[in-house]
């Protein structure tokens, strides 16, 4: 009986460290990690950043380039400011535009960078101007049920006029 119980505890003991090797291999492997340190550190304000967390991905063309380390709100303007963490490799021109957006209908949400065409680059410390801030798609749907229902009762509302001009006298 004891040797028994001895042999499933090391079992579970395998089996725990096995998973612990595969939970820090895929941590590891899949883009998640820690930020850099070595990072260049930039700006930007959104009118709305529903959805967004620090931690973020800053990604180029669907390629993680960075993370969001920090949001915060302007006292002034009211607007969202993001402090974005990108690769240092990367020359980003002044005129570069960031939009957050969804990676699927019930995705999470990025900072998706799109570089301009200028000459001058930012700096550490810089700030992206061009920005568009987060879609709401409750905001949308909603849109759209209200065009439905006005659409609907619009024809309704013909149809009983036509139908009352076209009636027996």
């Known amino acids: 009986m004891k040797g028994r119980s001895l042999a499933e505890v090391a079992a579970g003991a395998i089996v725990l460290a096995v998973a612990a090797i595969f939970l820090g291999y895929a941590v590891l492997h899949s883009g998640r990690g820690a930020v850099t340190a070595e990072g260049m550190q930039l700006s930007a304000s959104f009118d709305r950043i529903d959805g967004l967390a620090n931690g973020a991905d800053v990604r180029i063309a669907g390629v993680k380039v960075g993370t969001v380390t920090d949001s915060r709100i302007d006292p002034q303007s009211f607007a969202a ?4 963490k ?15 957006t969804s990676e699927g209908l019930l995705g999470g949400k990025y900072v998706s960078l799109v570089p301009g065409g200028s000459e001058k680059l930012l700096a550490d410390g810089g700030r992206i101007t061009e920005t568009q801030g987060s879609v709401s798609l409750e905001s949308l749907l909603g849109r759209f049920i209200f065009s439905v229902t006005q659409m609907n009762s619009g024809n309704q509302s ?8 076209a009636g027996p006298k």
């Not at 400011?81 to 974005?84: K, P, R, W």
């Not at 990108?86 to 957050?100: C, F, G, N, Q, Y």
């Not at 013909?158 to 001009?165: C, D, I, K, P, V």
């Open 81 to 84: 400011v993001l402090t974005l």
């Open 86 to 100: 990108v690769d240092r490799s990367l020359k980003l021109p002044t005129d570069t535009s960031a939009e957050i």
């Open 158 to 165: 013909q149809n009983q006029e036509a139908g009352g001009a």
